[in-house]
């Protein structure tokens, strides 16, 4: 049974930082790529960021680039997305979510990310 679960979220001041967690299980996760995916308020699903089963390569929406960093622990089975410099407008749900480009198959329960001052 494939389960991810988020961790991390939180509320934090504009300009903070957070860490969000995903522990994946019941997959072998180094042999897929990840993603993270977040839902604003009152707004559809919008992707955030991604990477490949081995680290290597990594991708992000414009909007993030400088900002954010993913990673990733194939050792530990676990998905990280390291936020710097939070904006009120990265206030969302976080979803951790199995995939790439669109083609996602599982997804996390996700955690909220609030900035505000």
Partial sequence: QVQLVESGGGLVQPGGS???????SGFTFM???????????GK?????SVINS???????????KGRFAISRDNA????YLQMNVLKSEDTAV????????GEYDYWGQGTQVTVSS
């Fill in 18 to 24: 957070l860490r969000l967690s995903c522990t994946a």
């Fill in 44 to 48: 559809g699903l919008e992707w955030v």
């Fill in 94 to 101: 976080y979803y951790c979510v199995r995939g790439a480009e």
């Fill in 31 to 41: 042999r897929y790529s990840m993603s993270w995916v977040r839902q604003l308020p």
């Fill in 54 to 64: 081995d680290g290597r390569n990594t991708g992000y929406r414009n909007s993030v």
């Fill in 76 to 79: 530990q089975n676990t998905l």
